[in-house]
């Protein structure tokens, strides 16, 4: 097949842009008042479920996007963090997000990018536009595509409460993107237990911690939960470092 014009990383002489290689773009971005989330639960008595604050971020169907999330608390505690959680319909397939974040955080103002790999057709002006063989466009400068500076694993233990991972690329406007949430399960006695996921901390100047941030509880009147605590997800985990310099807020594709 003939090759058009490829562009590569001048360092590391990997592929940027080329016929058949796509990004995920800017869809939508907004932010969510922390302060509006709120807990709930099914019941008054056992049998019941619980969950801690939460605000709702986005419904998918058959696909899979990408949340950037910006939320800035200077004091990191406990309650400063955000969880994301996916809970998708075995009878529909539709998957529905959530933000976890205390209501009460000092810090209630929460940034989301939210990245998708569905191609929509830009407006404006015209800047780059490359076309394939076949006249289809896979390329188009308009687009805000998806920009990680930094891949980063998550430790699979760590002491205290939060833990710092360090502090990355200062001086940018940067978010962070969870795409495999890990989730914990602990039980303390055989009628209740208790759903934890990565809580993700950040300060203005760019330093992450991580957390376990309560999601969900259960209690029941049988004696059916194991006790003691297990991780229900793959380990190691990764977070995304991911430029927001250039992306637009309140932004519908």
């Not at 590391?12 to 971005?29: C, D, E, R, W």
């Not at 959680?85 to 959530?98: A, D, I, K, L, Q």
């Not at 998708?116 to 407006?123: F, I, R």
Request: glycine share 10%; proline share 6%.
């Amino acid at each position: 097949m003939a090759v058009g014009l490829r562009v590569r990383n001048q360092d590391s002489g990997q592929l940027q842009i080329a016929s058949g290689y796509t990004n995920l773009q800017l869809v939508k971005s907004g932010t969510l008042n922390t302060g509006t989330f709120s807990g709930g639960s099914t019941a008054g008595s056992p049998p019941f479920a619980s969950w801690a604050p939460r605000g709702y971020l986005s419904t998918t169907r058959g696909t899979t996007d990408l949340h950037v999330i910006r939320y800035i608390n200077d004091n990191p505690q406990f309650i400063t963090g955000f969880s994301i959680v996916n809970s998708v319909s075995r009878f529909s397939g539709v998957s529905n997000c959530w933000i976890f974040a205390a209501d009460n955080a000092p810090q209630k103002t929460l940034e989301y990018y939210t990245f998708s790999g569905l191609t929509t057709n830009p407006t404006g002006p015209v800047g780059l536009k490359m076309r394939d063989e076949n006249g289809s466009v896979f390329y188009d400068s308009r687009r805000k595509g998806l920009r990680v500076l930094q891949v980063v694993t998550l430790p699979a233990s760590f002491t205290g409460s939060i833990y710092e991972l360090g502090q990355f690329f200062p001086g940018t406007k940067i978010g962070v993107a969870v795409p495999s949430p890990r989730f914990y399960y602990n039980s303390v006695s055989q009628d209740r237990c208790s759903a934890f996921a990565d809580g993700i901390h950040m300060t203005s100047d760019n330093r992450i911690f991580i957390s376990r941030q309560n999601t969900f509880s259960q209690t029941l009147i049988t004696n059916t939960f194991p006790i003691g605590s297990a991780t229900t997800s793959p380990q190691p985990a990764n977070i995304f470092i991911v430029d927001l310099t250039e992306m637009p807020l309140n932004f519908t594709a």
